[in-house]
């Protein structure tokens, strides 16, 4: 059972379009980070929101956590070639103690020029 | 500082064979965790340690043998290598505390002929 779904698995648009990455689950998370994977390199951190309800903002892009800590979204606002890469998003669930974080699958976003 | 490093980056074994791969960091983390990245199926936790001396099972810990002796150092054995490990595996390393972000090492591509 995976316990963050991550949608869409892939997407492909033109440089400039708009775009929203969603992360999904049904249980109750204390914090919620992002990360961006380029090829043959490791993940890298993009925000960590940890409030309910919270909206950060990081240049174009746009996260929020879900009111319920269950769900976060990504929106990209006139998507770049220099954002294609693989998008995780990675929570830590309440009460996990010294568990390390879940990881969702990962939408993997290719924008054309 | 040279953050989180991985070593090989490359490596082809026979079915059966065993290898270490290492992992290193010099920031004084206490969290270090093993990872495997294998398509459609994201990050998956292999092992991870809280500290020195610690260490525990993740989602998919079979096959796989870890020890932690300094702070700096938490190394992956393969003891039976299977063409199912074939991957790309994953090192990282946080400050105490789930909030804290994972910083990943560039990765070991392993593949079990």
């Known amino acids: 059972t995976q316990l963050l779904e991550q949608s869409p698995q892939f997407l492909s648009i033109q440089e400039g379009e708009n775009l929203t990455v969603y992360c999904n689950s049904s249980?109750?998370?204390?914090?919620l980070q992002w990360y961006r994977q380029e090829p043959g390199e490791g993940p890298v951190l993009l925000v960590t929101?940890?409030?309910?309800?919270e909206v950060k903002k990081l240049k174009r892009l746009t996260f929020q956590f879900g009111d319920a800590r269950k769900d976060s979204s990504l929106h990209i606002t006139a998507a770049q070639p220099g954002d294609t890469g693989l998008y995780l998003c990675?929570?830590?669930?309440?009460?996990?103690?010294?568990?390390?974080?879940?990881f969702g699958k990962g939408t993997r976003l290719s924008v054309i020029a | 500082n040279a953050g989180v490093t991985q070593t090989p980056k490359f490596q082809v074994l026979k079915t059966g064979q065993s290898m270490t791969l290492q992992c290193a960091q010099d920031?004084?983390?206490?969290?270090m965790s093993w990872y495997r990245q294998d398509p459609g199926m994201g990050l998956r936790l292999i092992h991870y340690?809280?500290?020195?001396?610690?260490?525990d099972q993740g989602e998919v810990p079979n096959g796989y043998n870890v020890s932690r002796s300094t702070t700096e150092d938490f190394p992956l054995r393969l003891l039976s290598a299977a063409p199912s490990q074939t991957s790309v595996y994953f090192c990282?390393?946080?400050?105490?505390?789930?909030?804290?972000?994972?910083?990943f090492g560039p990765g070991t591509r392993l593949t079990v002929l």
């Open positions: 990675a929570g830590a669930l309440v009460d996990s103690g010294n568990t390390p974080l879940v």
């Open positions: 340690s809280v500290g020195a001396g610690i260490t």
């Open positions: 990282a390393s946080s400050p105490a505390g789930t909030l804290n972000e994972q910083f």
């Open positions: 920031m004084n983390h206490e969290y």
């Open positions: 249980s109750v998370f204390s914090s």
């Open positions: 929101v940890v409030t309910g309800g």
